[in-house]
């Protein structure tokens, strides 16, 4: 026992190191078992844009693949004092334990990184611009159902923000465009009395920059997202990205009669 704490004690590195790599490897075991189910309850898909999801997620998972890889170097670099200095000692399964596990989840993290969707800028863009005019939209309906008729076209922007439960105007622009104080713009077909509009009617679309905008379908900005098309909001709650050949069979009148272009 005397010669064992001699020994230790003039060659503490490989006991330190032993359970340096013990220690990561519990680690990496932790942020997969904990960590990521965290990342699940706190980024839930159906209410965070897909990239952010994908960014949190990819972020745990790094940090167990950093830190097995760091207990598995560890686990060697004990492994290989053991050996060296020929030292016999309990403290030997302290490091093959390191050295196993941060083995086994070093290839399980690695594994999960690369099945993690990995973050597109284009596509956040979009996400964050559908969310927006859908956003818009819903505050319009509110709007309606309040005051029982769609705002004055004029200024349908300022009399809508209540309505929409933002502190700010930035869900009025598209991160795609960067100089306008509004990326969207209301359909100027809609009647002000009007009491239901037709499902697949167009409420509001992407345009030019500017605040309180109306206009109709030749008003429609289709190159912001690098394909050609836009995002769109229906009356019936609906947002999405019609393609530019599919905007001239979109609904712009309640009684589909000709349109105010």
């Given at each position: 026992?005397?010669?064992?704490?001699?020994?230790?004690?003039?060659?503490?590195?490989?006991?330190?190191?032993?359970?340096?790599?013990?220690?990561?490897?519990?680690?990496?075991?932790?942020?997969?078992?904990?960590?990521?189910?965290?990342?699940?309850?706190?980024?839930?898909?159906?209410?965070?844009?897909?990239?952010?999801?994908?960014?949190?997620?990819?972020?745990?998972?790094?940090?167990?693949?950093?830190?097995?890889?760091?207990?598995?170097?560890?686990?060697?670099?004990?492994?290989?004092?053991?050996?060296?200095?020929?030292?016999?000692?309990?403290?030997?399964?302290?490091?093959?334990?390191?050295?196993?596990?941060?083995?086994?989840?070093?290839?399980?993290?690695?594994?999960?990184?690369?099945s993690v969707p990995k973050y597109n800028p284009e596509l956040a863009y979009?996400?964050?611009?559908?969310?927006?005019?859908?956003?818009?939209?819903?505050?319009?309906?509110?709007?309606?159902?309040?005051?029982?008729?769609?705002?004055?076209?004029?200024?349908?922007?300022?009399?809508?923000?209540?309505?929409?439960?933002?502190?700010?105007?930035?869900?009025?622009?598209?991160?795609?465009?960067?100089?306008?104080?509004?990326?969207?713009?209301?359909?100027?077909?809609?009647?002000?009395?009007?009491?239901?509009?037709?499902?697949?009617?167009?409420?509001?679309?992407?345009?030019?920059?500017?605040?309180?905008?109306?206009?109709?379908?030749?008003?429609?900005?289709?190159?912001?997202?690098?394909?050609?098309?836009?995002?769109?909001?229906?009356?019936?709650?609906?947002?999405?990205?019609?393609?530019?050949?599919?905007?001239?069979?979109?609904?712009?009148?309640?009684?589909?009669?000709?349109?105010?272009?």
């Amino acid at each position: 026992m005397e010669d064992k704490k001699i020994t230790e004690s003039k060659k503490p590195w490989p006991f330190l190191w032993s359970k340096i790599s013990l220690c990561l490897a519990i680690t990496s075991w932790l942020l997969i078992l904990v960590g990521i189910p965290i990342t699940l309850i706190f980024n839930l898909p159906e209410s965070t844009p897909g990239c952010y999801f994908a960014v949190s997620l990819s972020i745990t998972v790094l940090l167990s693949l950093l830190c097995a890889g760091c207990a598995f170097l560890s686990g060697i670099t004990s492994t290989l004092g053991f050996i060296l200095h020929k030292i016999e000692t309990s403290s030997k399964a302290t490091a093959f334990g390191g050295l196993g596990w941060s083995a086994f989840y070093f290839l399980l993290a690695f594994l999960l990184f690369f099945s993690v969707p990995k973050y597109n800028p284009e596509l956040a863009y979009e996400v964050i611009c559908k969310s927006n005019i859908k956003v818009i939209a819903l505050g319009l309906d509110r709007y309606h159902e309040n005051n029982t008729s769609w705002p004055d076209k004029v200024n349908w922007c300022d009399l809508i923000k209540p309505y929409t439960e933002e502190e700010d105007d930035r869900i009025f622009r598209c991160p795609k465009d960067k100089t306008g104080s509004c990326s969207y713009a209301m359909n100027k077909n809609i009647p002000a009395d009007a009491e239901k509009l037709p499902d697949d009617l167009v409420i509001l679309f992407e345009a030019a920059p500017g605040w309180n905008q109306t206009g109709g379908p030749d008003d429609i900005i289709t190159d912001r997202h690098g394909k050609p098309g836009a995002y769109i909001a229906f009356a019936d709650g609906r947002a999405e990205f019609v393609p530019v050949e599919d905007i001239p069979n979109l609904r712009w009148t309640i009684d589909n009669s000709s349109v105010e272009r």
